[in-house]
């Protein structure tokens, strides 16, 4: 894609409960975001929303963010996914051409309406799954995490040490919801059991937040900021619905949508060529899974790179560095989060979680029960 | 006014709505088979894998999978989880009374797994591989829990 | 800017009220097959797919994972775009967006609605259920002017402001209103994929019809039906090699309004029947497509009328007519197919409408028109370029596409 359109400017927050309402939060992020640019409303060509109609209760929960968002009598339009989604639709809208700048707006507010349980639950079969009621998004998300132990004869100790170095991270960074000082592997894995071998340290906590993101064309970026990110590449895909025909373990919707990536960044050894991955990471086994359908962990070798530190913020391959989704996970806005975080670390603005070298970055989201969907995008300087 | 003085309603909506799911054709043939006490599939004509319960599309091959097979009741569990807590109505969590077994079943190296619950043997005692036969309710009327759940065979 | 044009629609075999016979993704198959069919296209053809319906409508959150299976996605990119009564457009115009990128060529648009397996009026009233919630908390009269005006934000009650400031604004009277949907149920007895239909349809037959809140009756309401429908975008390079014939999109545009415009809520009171967004998106649109004269250059229009009044209503906002000009048209008989500006010969969203689909459905009835595959219900006049219009959100959201015969000159 070169360098075609740009991140010039981001917001976001996360926390474990906002007391505040929708239109609020969105008000404060898109006023916070032109302020930080230097534009008003009249700037932002259009808007994509990314929020989800049953988590906010209510139906075109996006109608009441208009006014908020700056889009009144303007162009907008609305992606009920996760906002990596969003972003990509938006980059589209720029690439073609009609556009000249684009904001992605995305948030949740997890405790206000409903479980974010029940988010998946009402993606499952309403004449099968929500009839028997064995399956929800935690009981899907241990099998797969069973089946991706078994497969490669990895311990469970794996799953501790994942959310350590994601919840360590976490504890650093100031936009993450859940930070628990000195986590230890005692103490996730004395963490209550939910479904084995998952608990409740191995899984997102339910949290509130949002972030918006302003996009622009080549020619526009440079009038904005002198610290563009640009799209380099994106590719999304989706797998089978049905769980029993799945292959737990691996994600081949998440390869395909690297490939194209990858294909579009003109990156041939992500190996070697990526700096740090942002993965959308639920649980702690689909962090090392979706690192290896991304093709940057070997496959099979996820043990060690987790216990040598190859995956830590000071390591060869830092996955997470900002703590990933189990620091929080306001549903919707976690991919567009992931690409915030991933323009911080590629501004060198990361502070105690900055990696060394970041140039080129990962970021990943996904949708449905066990990633069934799943978008990646590369970001680069 | 300021924000600190702003107070926030939180008004709370116990909202239930009725949705009318019609099953469709496949599902309807499955329910079928409960009659009598049979577990029906439908057979891929590309891949030649079968769906249970069975659906009119396999994906993969974009293929109308328009015939019914039937499959044993015995078979192998592949992958399982136990559940220590249970998800309610409305997506909250709350403590199992006791730990309980889903187990991904295979009846049939072409089938798709199964979920049931597998009852019968201690869930700390439960291991990939296992064989495991499914039990009937008594009286089966053709309906979701008549096929109540598989034990060790 | 890439030239798209439309290569394939499908439809399910029939719009009817109740599909008891099929499950939502079996439904929707059908309109998928039939789109292949039309196209001779197949799977391995398609790029990418963009999905969409009415959100909560059927008590399902992302339908296309459960549908994924179905419509022919595996292994590709699903977008999943919603934006209410307008979500068929909306999606049309992702699918757009996703060729003239460049990133993609043949693109499917897959959009449904199943209304029968839940409750339309609950749906659309949880848009204002938190405010009608808030509202009581804190002690507001719910059966008050406030209340009233947040209750029709979602169903016929608020339509009848809408209705009531268009008689006044434009000097027609309820008999236009009766009139129009008269129209439109004989054009839709014309179109196999219509619900309701009668070709004896008149205005007093209309106007014999019980009032639900004046000026709005039972015969200006639209069905709740059941329905899918698919739409096959494809690139220049790839339209020349797949299609004989084509229709081509020269323009789309979209415009939202606040979602208090056409409500009492929080004490603004605003028109309901100023409809500003589909004024700004209409000129966005002409001027994308190098329209000097809409009057003269656009040949046939589909307007989204959920309630009868609102073609009227529509032609006059987006610029096709002085305001009060519409029902002066119609009683000319300029409205019908044989008439100088034929309007919705499919019925209109009057006649049929599965949410999802039906501003899409403005959009393939367009292209139909343009290629002369519309059937019984081809208008008599040359169409050389179209205009469909979808109208959705809160009352407040409103998309516009123009399509033409041939490819924009770029
Ligand atoms: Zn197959």
């Known amino acids: 894609m070169d360098k075609k359109v740009a991140i010039v400017g981001f917001r976001m927050k996360s926390a474990p409960d906002l007391v505040t309402t929708r239109e609020r939060l969105t008000f404060e992020l898109t006023r916070g975001l032109f302020d930080d640019l230097g534009i008003e409303r009249e700037d932002v060509d259009t808007t994509i929303f990314c929020t989800n109609d049953f988590l906010d209760g209510r139906t075109i929960s996006n109608c009441f963010l208009e006014g908020p968002a700056g889009c009144y009598m303007r162009d907008e339009s609305k992606v009920e996914m996760d906002a990596l989604n969003g972003l990509m639709y938006a980059c589209m809208r720029i690439l073609s051409g009609q556009y000249r700048t684009a904001m992605v707006v995305s948030l949740a507010l997890t405790g206000y309406q409903v479980s974010p349980y029940l988010h998946i639950e009402y993606q499952l079969s309403p004449i099968y799954d929500r009839q028997m009621r064995l399956l929800n998004e935690l009981s899907a998300a241990a099998l797969q995490a069973r089946s991706y132990l078994t497969r490669y004869g990895y311990s469970e100790e794996l799953l501790d040490a994942v959310a350590v170095q994601a919840l360590s991270n976490a504890a650093a960074n100031p936009y993450q919801a859940r930070r628990i000082p000195g986590v230890s592997k005692e103490k996730v894995a004395s963490s209550s059991p939910y479904y084995e071998p998952l608990k409740e340290l191995h899984c997102y906590p339910p949290t509130d937040g949002g972030c918006v993101l302003l996009l622009a064309s080549a020619e526009r970026a440079k009038e904005l900021t002198d610290k563009p990110v640009w799209v380099l590449g994106m590719g999304q895909s989706i797998e089978t619905f049905y769980l029993g025909e799945r292959d737990l373990f691996r994600s081949p919707s998440t390869v395909k949508a690297a490939k194209r990536a990858y294909e579009l960044a003109g990156i041939k050894d992500p190996k070697a060529e990526v700096d740090l991955a942002e993965v959308s990471a639920l649980f702690a086994h689909q962090e090392p899974l979706l690192a290896e359908a991304l093709g940057l962990l070997e496959e099979g070798a996820a043990e060690s790179s987790y216990q040598s530190g190859d995956t830590a913020v000071s390591g060869k391959m830092p996955i997470n560095p900002s703590g990933g989704a189990l620091g929080g996970h306001p549903v919707s806005a976690t991919g567009l989060i992931r690409a915030a975080e991933a323009v911080r670390q590629l501004r060198g603005e990361a502070g105690e979680n900055q990696v060394g070298k970041a140039e080129v970055a990962v970021v990943h989201g996904q949708d449905g029960p066990c990633a069934q969907q799943n978008a990646v995008v590369v970001l680069g300087v | 006014m300021s924000v600190q003085e702003e107070t926030f309603l939180t008004p709370v909506v116990p909202l239930d709505f009725t949705y009318n799911y019609y099953i469709g054709q496949y599902l309807t043939r499955y329910f079928k088979g409960f009659k009598e006490k049979k577990i029906l599939g439908s057979r891929c004509p590309g891949c030649s894998k079968v769906a249970v319960p069975p659906r009119k599309y396999c994906g993969v091959c974009n293929k109308v999978m328009e015939e019914m097979v039937e499959l044993p009741q015995e078979g192998t569990l592949e992958n399982f989880t136990v559940g220590h807590v249970t998800m309610e109505k409305g997506g909250r969590l709350s403590p199992a009374e006791k730990p309980y077994v889903l187990g991904l079943i295979k009846l049939d190296d072409k089938a798709s797994l199964l979920l049931h619950k597998v009852e019968g043997v201690d869930p700390s005692q439960v291991k990939a591989g296992m064989k495991v036969k499914a039990v009937w309710k008594d009286q089966v009327e053709g309906d979701y829990w008549d096929l109540d759940h598989f034990e060790p065979a | ?410």
């Open chain 3, 1 to 410: 800017m890439r030239n798209v044009a439309i290569v394939g629609i499908g439809y399910t075999p029939v719009f009817v009220s109740k599909r008891r016979d099929v499950c939502i993704p079996e439904m929707i198959s059908e309109a998928v097959e039939n789109a292949f069919k039309n196209s001779g296209l197949t799977p391995a053809d398609i790029d990418a797919v963009v999905f969409g319906n009415m959100h909560t409508f059927e008590g399902l959150n992302l339908p296309h994972l459960w549908s994924a299976d179905f419509i022919a996605s595996l292994g590709k990119p699903v977008m999943r775009i919603a934006t209410g009564g307008t979500t068929g457009m909306s999606a049309f115009h992702a699918a757009y967006y996703h060729i003239a990128s460049g990133l993609h060529d043949v693109v499917m648009v897959v959009t449904y609605e199943k209304h029968s397996e839940g409750d339309a009026q609950v749906g659309l009233m949880g848009i204002i259920t938190p405010e009608i919630m808030a509202m009581l908390a804190a002690g507001i009269d719910v059966t008050g002017q406030k209340g009233m005006g947040a209750i029709g934000g979602g169903s016929a009650g608020g339509i009848s402001y809408q209705a009531t400031s268009y008689l006044h604004h434009s000097g027609a009277g309820i008999e236009h209103i009766d009139a129009i949907a008269a129209m439109e149920r004989r054009n839709a007895s014309k179109n196999p994929y219509a619900h309701l239909k009668d070709p004896e349809a008149t205005a007093e037959k209309i106007a014999q019809t019980p009032l639900i809140s004046w000026p709005i009756r039972f015969g200006h309401v639209c069905p709740t039906t059941d329905g899918a429908t698919v739409c096959i975008l494809a690139s220049e390079e790839k339209a020349a090699k797949i299609a004989d014939k084509a229709a081509w999109v020269w323009a789309v545009a979209n415009c939202a309004s606040d979602a208090t415009t056409g409500n009492l809520i929080e004490g603004i009171i605003t028109d309901p029947g100023e409809q500003m967004p589909a004024t700004i998106a209409a000129k966005k649109a002409y001027e994308r497509a190098g329209i000097q004269d809409p009057r003269k250059e656009i040949d046939y229009v589909e307007i989204y009328n959920g309630f009868a009044h609102q073609t009227l209503m529509f032609l006059e906002r987006i610029g096709m007519c002085e305001v009060g000009e519409a029902h002066k048209l119609l009683e000319k008989g300029e409205l019908e197919m044989s008439g100088s500006l034929p309007v919705n010969a499919s019925g209109g969203v009057v006649s049929t409408n599965a949410i999802g689909t039906s501003a899409l459905n403005r959009v393939t009835e367009c292209a139909l028109q343009l290629m002369g595959q519309a059937g019984e219900h081809q208008v008599e006049k040359e169409v050389h370029k179209a205009l469909a219009h979808g109208w959705g959100g809160l009352m407040q959201y409103v998309t516009i596409t123009i399509l033409a015969d041939k490819p924009k000159k770029l």
